[in-house]
Every structure is written in C-alpha cells, then in structure tokens.
C-alpha cells in the first residue's frame, strides 16, 4: 500500500501557484519524498525529490515540513499543460516506486 | 538520446496467446522495472531486475516473466494472455546508484479479448 494521502483533485487557474499537499506521517529516517506526475496516458514524469530540506529546480519547489511527516509541492506559474495526475511517493532510494492513486490537477484558463 | 523505448506501443490478442513486451534503456541505468496500469488506478509493479542477471517480484507477478537480457534490455512476457491482462504496461529504469529518480517509457497498450 502505498504510504502517502494525497487530496483525490484539486483546480488552479492559469497563472496561479498551485499548490499540492502529501501527508507521510509514517515516514522513516531514510526515505526520502519524490513528485512524479502523470500527463493524460504517458508515461509518469519525474518532477522532484528531497529528504529534508526543502528542494527547487527548473519544474517546482518542495516544501517538506520540519517533523518530514508532509510535503508540498509548489508549481509557482500553473499552465493549462500542467493538468496531470500528481503522485507522491515515499521510498528508500534503492527500492521500487509505490504509486498511489495521486491528486488530479486541472488547471482552468 | 531515447531514454526508454517500448516496444509494441499498441497489441491486441486472444486469451491464450502469448506476448512479449520489449524495453530499452540506452542510460547505462542499472535498475529495470516493469508496472501495469489500469484505468482510473496508480502504477502496480510487476517485476524489477535491481542489475543485470537479477529479477525480483513486485506487487502482481502472477501470470507474467520477466528477462533481463542484458544491461539494456528487459522484457516481460505473457505465456498465456487473460482478459485481466489488459493494461497499459510501462517499463522504467534507474540508475540506481543513490537517491536517483526513475525514467519511464510511453507504455503498451495491450487489449486481450
């Protein structure tokens, strides 16, 4: 099962910051956050990791609360190629991704 | 650079027939993986090879093997395709050195009838 809830869906409009929320109030010492998304039937798209600090690249921001029990994930300027299903997931670098059913982003013009 | 290439994109069989899915990494990656998806449900693992001559069980084996041909190529097979079969079947592969993130593919297709 996986180890993170996510909000089933969630709307932004275009422009806006959206803003995804992952609870992993179980999460152990060594596993690290990761963000990956779904765009309509494609292949999952890796977005962003961290362990403790907070992360920022070229895609998003990660913000993980100071007790790492939560996560989100920050898409400061959402577009309408933004709308995916975001999944978050929980893991021990070296072992296999567990997918939950994710947060479905629709971003409205 | 083609990162993660499957092969077919799309394949209809007949319950009973056999199928192998192809998939490519050209990253020097390490760590194959093989996942299903069904409608309306998250990736599932099937089966994953963490390096080359090592396949271990996922989530929902049953009904499939798997080859790690070499570094770059681990395909899976359907000895006797069932309608519970029916998916789209991703493949992924990491470099597995480290905290490194997966790459995936664009996913098969398949409609077992």
């Known amino acids: 099962d996986a180890k993170t809830t996510q909000p089933p869906s969630m709307d932004c409009a275009e422009g806006r910051a959206a803003n995804l929320p992952c609870n992993h109030s179980?999460?152990?010492?060594?596993?690290?956050v990761y963000w990956y998304r779904q765009i309509h039937s494609q292949g999952p798209q890796y977005i962003i990791h961290?362990?403790?600090n907070n992360e920022t690249n070229e895609m998003a921001s990660l913000i993980i609360t100071e007790d790492r029990k939560s996560s989100t994930l920050i898409l400061p300027h959402a577009t309408l190629r933004d709308t995916a299903v975001y999944y978050c997931?929980?893991?021990?670098?070296?072992?296999?991704?567990?997918f939950g059913k994710g947060t479905r982003l629709s971003v409205i013009a | 650079n083609a990162g993660v290439t499957q092969t077919p994109k799309f394949q209809v069989l007949k319950t009973g027939q056999s199928m192998t899915l192809q998939c490519a990494q050209d990253?020097?990656?390490?760590?194959m993986y093989w996942y299903r998806q069904d409608p309306g449900m998250g990736l599932r693992l099937i089966y994953y090879s963490a390096s080359e001559g090592t396949t271990d069980k996922g989530e929902v084996p049953n009904g499939y093997n798997v080859s790690r041909l070499n570094k770059r190529e681990f395909s899976l097979r359907l000895e006797s395709a069932a309608p519970s079969q029916t998916s789209v079947y991703f493949c992924?592969?990491?470099?597995?050195?480290?905290?490194?993130?997966?790459?995936f593919g664009d996913g098969t297709r398949l409609s077992i009838l």
């Open positions: 961290g362990l403790k």
């Open positions: 997931i929980v893991r021990v670098w070296d072992t296999p991704l567990v």
């Open positions: 992924a592969s990491m470099r597995g050195q480290g905290p490194q993130p997966q790459h």
């Open positions: 990253m020097n990656h390490n760590s």
């Open positions: 179980t999460i152990s010492g060594n596993e690290y």
